[in-house]
Each structure stands twice: as C-alpha cells, then as structure tokens.
C-alpha cells in the first residue's frame, strides 16, 4: 500500500525555503515486539541559519506513516512529507567494501571473458583443420583426379592430411588444458557475485521524507522513530539435566527476524514484551435483550401477516446482539496482550540483522535450577516411564512461552515447549522415555464382559491392572498417575477402590487423578489394582464413560 503526506504550503514565517539538502539517516536503535518493531534512524549534518528542505530518502515501504516522529537538535522541525508515490531517488554514497566487491566481480567477469575466448580461439584451430580434412578427402573422389599424376597428387594430399590431422589433435589438447580453470574462475564468480548482493542490501520499495527545517548555524542532528510490522522476536531455551549430579540449567536466548526492506547494521537493540500493535483497551460488550415467545408448533399454526408484526415490532423496541462464531462453534473475540508488567531486554551489544536473511539467535542468560528427577509413568496412555523433572523458576523473572531443546547428560532427547510461568511458580519437564521402565495396563477379566468390564442396564464395573516392570540395573524414584471417573450430576453414584491406595487425590484441582509415589528397584514389579462402579437410575442411559 502506498502513502502521500504532503507538506502545507507555508512553513515557516518570512522567505521561502532556500535550499533542498539530502541527506541519510542510519538505523541506530531498535526496540523488537513480539510483533513489530519501533526504528530510530538519525541524520547529522552541518545545517546553515535559515529555512530549508531537508530530503531524507530510503525509508522502507512498511513504514506506518501515522507512527512517524521527528524531533531535532540544532533545528527546528516543521511540517514533514512522507513520499513514496513520486519519491525523489535515493543517492546514498558507496562504502569503501561494497566498491571493493564492485570490482571485484568486474575482474572476474574479465578474467573470465578473456578465458572463454581464449578457449575459442584454439578450438577455431582444430575445426578449421577438421574443415581441410573434409575439404582433402571431397577433393581426392572428386572426377577430376582421373587425368593427373595419382602419385604426385597422392602424395601432397596426404602430407596435407597428416598435417590437419595433426593440428586438430593439437588443438583438442590445448582446449582441454586451456579450460581446466574455467570452473575455478566460475566458482570464485559465483562467490564475489554473494558477497556484493550482501553488501547491496534489500532491494525495495523506498520512500523520502520531506522535512521543513528552520537552521540554526550549527551541527543539527535529525531523530526519525517510526513503527513497522515487519518484525518479531521470540524466547528459545535450552534446558540440560544432568542427572546423576542433580543439576538442570535453564539456558535463555532470543530468536529475532525482521523482514522491513532495510538492513540493520550495529544498532542498539531492545526486546519489549509489550504488544503495541494489538488491542489495547477492553472489549466493549453492548446491551443484550433476549424475549420469550410462544413455543415453534403455536407459531407455525399463525398465518404469516402477525408473524410479521411480530418481528417489525421486535425489530423496533429491541438490539440483539450478533454472535460470530468460530470453528469450533465457540463466540470469538479478539486476543488480548500479555497480562502484567512489560519486560524489557537491553542487549548490551550492537546487533547487525539483515533484511529477510537471517533468524538471528542471541544468548540472554543462564540459570542453575535445583530438579527433583522422578520416573513417571502413565500407564493407560504409555508403555514406558518418561524422565520428568520437578523444579521451581528460581530465575526471578518470569519465563515466556516459547520454544525449547532438552538435554539428558548431554544428548538431545526432545523438543517441545514452555509455558508462562512465574518467578517462584512449579515446572515440570520431560526429558525423554525411560525405555528400560515398561508399563501396561490390563484388563484381567476379559471373560466377563468387554476388556474387563461388566456392565447392565444402570451399572457399570471395570477392573484395571497398572503393571510396572524395572528392566533397569539401578532403583528408580516412582511416580504414577492414572484417573477415575467424576460425577457431576445427584443420580449418577461412582465407587472406586485402589490397592495399594494412592498417595495423593486430585491433585492441583485435577478432578479424578490418582497419584502414587514410590520407588522401584532394579528387576522389580509392581501392580496397582483400580476397581471401579459407576451406578445410575433405570431408563436412564450412561454417556461418555469411554476413554
């Protein structure tokens, strides 16, 4: 999408503008929104006393003309175009590198050139010694060899042919060795060629701003901050548990793109947690007036002229809300910005990120955890036990969601995910299967009903085996969950039974959930039983009781 600011006519009082001065302005700080970025770009030059036009071009198309800011020292700041419909060409100065590998592919390109005609040139031998022979031998049939003397003639047609022969072996075996470098030349090509496109920077669609300026007489410095939707940044995080030691190390990073039509190069960089470009203040809900009526079949026995009524009069004396639904069939609305106070990352160092090239990871910090290391074991959705470590964000700050490796005594074992969590608030993370710790849930009494279950017209038995097999050579700590079913409703009654009995019940407000704690030793099994009844009313039918 295009955009056109224009100036007002009159900028300052007195004389018109004397002067239009073009200038650049450099990228210095950036401060990156999980979606978005805010840019400060600065332009210092010597400015004379006096009113002039100060043309600053290559400002990218994303640019949102309504964020444009513009303040400066040395000068007063007066109306400001944003041109990208007609925009005055920008003429920014060469670097001294982006030069060097200008002629740099130039040479190439030479060397190159002279190369291939190098190689043509003795090929043209050889083919024109083929072209003799051909030439020799048409002339040795043609008729008019019958009258002159064979053997003289023979004689100098061979020493011709011999001769061409000759030549075009010759010539193939210089061409061959000629163009033994061209694959040289080409790759060393191929490389300047990369290296002057990244020096260029992106190609895109650029705009100016027009600035009306008052001088001083004095070094003025220009600040342009603008916003641009065309970046983001996100958390990764490593987590490595060192299992034997007892030790887990959160290790934070910051993945960063930006995709703005201009490279960024040696700017100071922030990363913000707050969300300027959504929705800032609460929905607004509006008035809902729901009405009875009469049931459909009366309706429907009415002739169609006071239905009409009916609904013009509704229409009239009432607002109903409209409901959008999503795909789920659920009222959408729009997301809210992350609850609480921003946070704000200052990298200490300057960041070069270009344009559209690069996902550029940087290191935060490290944190030494303190993790409890439990097997844990669900054996109604797995087969085996998997790593689990329990842990508290001791880091004091809160950790976002994002992106995360896990490592198990240096091996990668997983990829996954954390969630929001608060300085002080519990984590719990997997590190991988114990694949030696093997679990099953049986159903021992196939034969009275289906898979263990025995089920009437109002009741429903299930009897269940959790079995958990240490094929390990060392003891492990112990922690199984499975679940029961709940009751929300007077008439449905459930029973349940568990031996051993379970160590904890509904655990953080899990409705249902069973929880042992123990520990398992090397070659040993253990067997949970978990019977349960659900009973419920005659005529009444039993729904969603199935896993």
Same mark, same amino acid.
């Given at each position: ?76 700041? =007066?109306? *400001? #175009?944003? +041109?990208?419909?007609? !925009? ?8 001294? %590198?982006?030069? @060097? &590998? ?52 023979? =004689?100098? *047609? #061979?020493? +011709?042919?011999?001769? !061409? ?8 075996? %210089?061409?061959? @060795? &000629? ?369």
């Amino acid at each position: 999408m295009r955009h056109l600011l224009l100036s007002t006519a009159i900028l300052f009082a007195g004389p018109a503008l004397a002067d239009r001065i073009e200038t650049t302005a450099r990228v210095t700080d950036v401060t990156v929104y999980p979606w978005g970025a805010g840019v400060t770009r600065e332009a210092a030059l010597d400015l004379p006393a006096g009113a002039h036009e100060l043309v600053i071009p290559g400002i990218p198309e994303g640019v949102a003309p309504e964020s444009l800011r513009i303040s400066g020292e040395g000068a007063v700041i =007066g109306a *400001v #175009g944003f +041109q990208q419909e007609r !925009a005055l060409p920008e003429t920014p100065a060469k670097s001294p %590198e982006l030069a @060097a &590998a200008e002629d740099r592919v130039r040479q190439l390109k030479s060397e190159l050139s002279a190369h291939a005609s190098r190689v043509a040139g003795i090929k043209a031998q050889g083919e024109a010694a083929e072209d003799l022979i051909e030439f020799l031998m048409k002339l040795a049939e043609s008729d008019g060899m019958a009258g002159n003397d064979i053997a003289a003639l023979s =004689g100098t *047609v #061979g020493q +011709q042919l011999l001769q !061409a022969r000759q030549t075009a072996i010759r010539a193939e075996a %210089e061409a061959e @060795a &000629a163009d033994q470098g061209r694959e040289d030349l080409e790759e060393r090509l191929e490389t300047a060629e990369a290296r002057l496109e990244a020096l260029r920077g992106p190609e895109s669609a650029r705009g100016a701003l027009v600035v009306a300026v008052q001088g001083q007489g004095q070094p003025a410095r220009i600040r342009i901050t603008s916003l641009t939707g065309d970046a983001s940044w996100q958390p990764v995080y490593d987590l490595s548990l060192a299992r034997k030691e007892s030790k887990l190390r959160l290790d934070r990073g910051l993945l960063v793109r930006q995709n703005t039509g201009e490279d960024w190069s040696g700017v100071h960089l922030l990363l913000s947690t707050a969300r300027p470009m959504d929705q800032s203040a609460p929905s607004e809900l509006q008035p809902q007036f729901p009405r009875i009526g009469e049931n459909e079949a009366r309706l429907y026995s009415r002739s169609a002229a006071p239905m009409a009524e009916a609904a013009m009069d509704s229409a009239e004396r009432y607002e109903v809300e409209s409901v959008v639904l999503d795909e789920s069939g659920v009222a959408g609305s729009a997301l809210a910005g992350v609850v609480g106070e921003t946070v704000v990352y200052d990298y200490p160092t300057p960041v070069t990120l270009r344009d559209g090239a690069d996902a550029l990871r940087l290191p935060l910090d490290s944190h030494e955890l303190t993790p409890e290391v439990v097997a844990e074991a669900v054996p109604r959705r797995d087969d085996t036990a998997y790593l689990v470590a329990d842990t508290v964000n001791s880091t004091g700050a809160v950790i976002l969601p994002g992106s995360a490796s896990f490592y198990a005594d240096g091996a990668l074992v997983g990829r996954g995910g954390l969630e929001l969590t608060a300085a002080g608030d519990k984590m719990k993370l997997g590190f991988g299967p114990l694949t030696g710790i093997k679990l099953e849930h049986r159903t021992p009494d196939e034969t009275e009903g289906a898979r263990g279950l025995i089920s009437k017209s109002s009741e429903r038995q299930e009897v269940a085996e959790l079995r958990i097999r240490n094929l390990t050579a060392e003891e492990w700590p112990l922690r199984v969950i499975d679940r029961v079913p709940v009751s929300t409703q007077k008439d449905l009654r459930i029973d349940w039974r568990a031996d051993p009995a379970p160590d904890a019940t509904d655990p953080d407000g899990k409705r249902g959930l069973l929880v042992w704690n123990r520990s398992i030793a090397a070659g040993e099994e253990q067997v949970i039983t978990l019977s349960t009844t659900l009973r419920w009313p005659e005529g009444q039918m039993l729904v969603g009781a199935d896993d």
